[in-house]
Structures are given as C-alpha cells and as structure tokens.
C-alpha cells in the first residue's frame, strides 16, 4: 500500500448538507493521521463545501459524479437545500442513478474501507460484489437512531406502529424511561409533506437495508453524553457499533470566506455583555411559515433580551427578507438586535463571549456547535428528526423546547419570550445553563474527539480490505 499501509477510504454521503458536512469532517480526521480519502459526490455540492486546509488537501480527492437526469428535478439541482420537501423522492430518484458510476469508480480505484450514508441502500450489495467491506455511517445520535428501531421494523418485516399515534409514545424496545418521541403535529407535516411522486424506496426501507447491509455502525456521538442509548443499539441492531466522536469543526478551519462579513459582526458582538445575546438560527433548510416567523419575531421582542437573528429565506423564495418580518419590527428592536440576512458565520459566532444562549432548530451539527462552545439551548424543531432532538436534549437537561399545539405546531410569542428568558436570565433556567457548560467539557474537548478518531481507525486497520481483495 502508499503511505506506509494508509487505507484508502471512499466516502458517499446523502445529498444534504447536513450531511455532507459531518462526511467531510470524518475526511479531514483520517486525513490528519495520514489516510487517503475519495469523496464522492455531484460536481455543485463539492463546490460548496468549505475549503480543505492546504495540508490536508493531498489525502483528500473530490470525486464529481454528476447527478443524473430527473424530469420532475429542478435544474441545477443538487441537494436537499435547493428544493422544496415535495421534490425530495426526485432528489432520491436521481441519487440512485448513481449506483452505476460510483460502481465503476469503485473498481478502479481499490479501495480498503467504503463509508456510506443512510439514502444508498444499494451500496452494500455493490460492495459486497467487490469484496469490499463498508460502513453505515449515521451523523444522527444513537437516540434517535435507537427510536426509529432495528432493521427489522424499518423493513416491515417486524409491525410496530399501526398510527401515528402510537409514534408519540416510546416504542417498546427502549428498555428505560425516555421522552424521546415525535409530537403529533411533527408526524402530520411528514405525512403532508411527502410530495406527489410516490417513493420508489421508503426512507425507513433505506435504513433498514443500509444498516443491514454494513460491516458495522458508526455513529456520530460519544459514551460520556449517551450511554444508554449506543448500548441499546448493539442490541437493536445485533452487530458492532462504535462511536467515533461528536467531529466538531475547528473556528480556524472554517468560514475563511466570511471574514469580511465576520469583521462587522465582532464589532457589533464585542459592545455587548458577557454571555447576555441569544443567538437565532434555523439552519439552511428549516423553514417556518410566514405566522411561525411573525410569533417567532414578536416574541424575541418581547423577550426584552438582546439577540442575533440570522434569517434565511426558503429556497427558491424571491422574497426580500425583511419583508418576511412584523412591520416596524427592526425599528422597534433597533440597537439591542440585529436581523442578518443570508450566509453568516456560526460557529464563530457561537464562539464569542457575549453570545449566551442559542435558540436553534434542532439539527445535529448546530447542537454540537452550541454546545461545543457550552450555549444553552432553545428548543425549536422544525422537520426530519429535529423534534426527537429536541426531546433528548431537555431530557438531558441542556435545552428547553418552546411549547407548541399539540395538533397544528403553532406557538405564540409568549411562549418564545418566556422560554429565552428562562433560558437566558431566568433562576428557572440556571441548570440548563450549568449543564450547558458542563457539556462544553464533552463536545468541545479536541482530544477526547482524538481519541474516538484512534479507536476507529483503529478497528478499520485490523479489519481493512487488503488492496481492494475481499478482507
């Protein structure tokens, strides 16, 4: 082998970016400790991804399949983030037609170790052709994973649920107390929000035989934040799981092409006090509709508490944000919070010190940012397993979720004022915050990350396909 007996490891994930991102974070890992890297995916979501650090960017190849033709896709679309959730089976239609070139690439270029994602179902059998073994990555906790349940139920073969219902319970599996299950209103968005193309594969199907398939699970999290729940998937799942660590991404490894947008946002941060702003964002893709947005505004207002509100329109939207908000909204909080438009810098952000509270949507990657840098949490889930997120996070004591309709999802602009107070200044709150630091400790700890890096490599060297011969 080159490098001294380096593996060479191919990484395909789901066409997200929440998703791409922790792929890419597992790349530069192994690249750190001298191992070569082929990552795949279509030639726009390359380009979007951040910059590789210069002394990593020899053990890491970007490999551009383009994605192939769909007439219900959009043109140019890539990813999650340039469509509606009604284009999502298209997306998925299109990825599985890169089942044929990413064989072929396979086949040429020998690869040790395949890591792959939840959407390519397929890519075990391929792999297994090859004499190659792979790996399900899931950039998901194993809470959440756990709920979903073992393949057998994603695959049907095993009935659980007969209702929605009996999804806003804990399933039977989970052998300890937990709160960790969908709301009501969360299932019914999913249901509506399915789309008018029928699935060729059901997304529980695509689970189900991506973690079937696989030598063993890796799994995005650690031992010291989820015990219960990475032993419970050994058993759910019948086969090896290994944590490999929460992957935070370095302040100085990211956002290069944000310093001048970065320059002005210090300057406004550094007037403020210690720990005194709340932080909004929603993610890239998480949408709220034009009356959750108002209540979400109103209610930051009422708060009386200074925050930063980065706001993103929907894709494909030809709205001017500041449209979006109340009238006289941006007037009336003018001086104590500031509204920014588009693409803003997050994690250097969440790093400075007068940030204190982060009111976010839930996603996986923005949870271990915000606590990376020990920021409580507000809870405000708005799709995919985001409320499951929400759940396990106040169960764990580091977040409060803001209080919804059991049936329709709406809130008010009481309950988001009460909830960032409590979180922010309120004696209620002070656990959340105390946790929140603690957890600092866990997510933002490089080494211990290291260390999950080493276990990992570790058993992909014992277990390694031997120049691209079945291991």
């Not at 108002?294 to 980065?310: M, R």
């Not at 059991?406 to 309950?415: C, I, K, M, V």
């Amino acid at each position: 082998m080159d490098n001294g007996g380096a593996l060479h490891v191919v990484m395909f994930p789901w066409l997200a970016m929440g998703h791409l991102i922790p792929f890419l974070e597992l790349s530069k890992r192994l690249a750190q400790k001298g191992h070569r890297v082929s990552f795949v995916s279509t030639p726009r979501n390359i380009k979007r991804l951040p910059q590789i650090p210069p002394h990593l960017s020899p053990l890491i190849n970007f490999v551009s399949l383009p994605l192939p033709h769909v007439d219900t896709l959009p043109e140019n679309a890539e990813a999650t983030i340039d469509i509606s959730t009604q284009k999502l089976e298209s997306l998925k239609e299109a990825f599985d037609g890169l089942e044929a070139p990413l064989t072929a690439f396979l086949q040429n270029s020998n690869p040790n170790w395949i890591i792959y994602d939840y959407a390519a179902y397929w890519l075990p059998v391929v792999a297994d052709k090859l004499g190659v073994p792979c790996v399900f990555f899931g950039v998901f906790n194993a809470a959440v994973l756990a709920f979903m349940g073992p393949p057998s139920v994603l695959l049907g073969e095993e009935k659980a649920w007969s209702t929605l219902e009996d999804l806003t319970v804990a399933p039977k599996w989970i052998p300890f107390p937990s709160s960790v299950v969908m709301r009501l209103h969360e299932l019914l968005k999913i249901v509506k929000g399915i789309g008018e193309k029928k699935s060729n594969m059901p997304e529980t199907h695509r689970f189900g035989l991506s973690i079937r398939g696989s030598d063993f699970v890796a799994l995005r999290s650690c031992v010291e934040f989820e015990p219960e729940w990475i032993n419970l998937l050994h058993d759910l799942y019948k086969k090896t799981v290994i944590p490999i660590g929460l992957l935070p991404p370095l302040v100085q490894d990211v956002e290069e092409e944000g310093d001048s947008k970065w320059v002005l946002i210090k300057e406004w941060l550094d007037k403020q006090g210690r720990e005194s702003i709340v932080y909004v964002a929603l993610g890239s893709e998480a949408t709220l509709s034009r009356e959750e947005l108002n209540e979400l505004a109103l209610g930051l207002e009422k708060s009386k508490l200074p925050f930063f509100w980065v706001l993103r329109k929907p894709a494909g939207s030809i709205e001017v944000e500041s449209e979006m908000l109340p009238k006289g909204f941006e007037d009336r909080t003018s001086g104590r919070g500031i509204v920014y438009t588009g693409w803003a810098p997050q994690v250097r952000t969440l790093a400075h010190s007068s940030v204190g509270g982060f009111l976010t949507h839930c996603g996986w990657n923005s949870v271990i940012e915000g606590l990376g840098f020990g920021r409580a949490l507000v809870l405000l889930p708005v799709m995919n397993d985001q409320g499951l997120n929400a759940r396990f996070l106040e169960e764990k004591k580091v977040g409060l979720e803001i209080p919804r309709n059991e049936r329709d999802g709406s809130f008010t602009s009481d309950s988001v004022a009460e909830s960032v107070r409590v979180v922010m200044v309120e004696k209620e709150g002070e656990p959340f915050r105390t946790k929140a630091k603690e957890m600092k400790e866990v997510f933002g700890d490089r080494n211990r990350d290291d260390r999950y890096i080493d276990g990992f490599l570790r058993y992909l060297e014992e277990h390694r396909c031997p120049d691209g011969s079945s291991s």
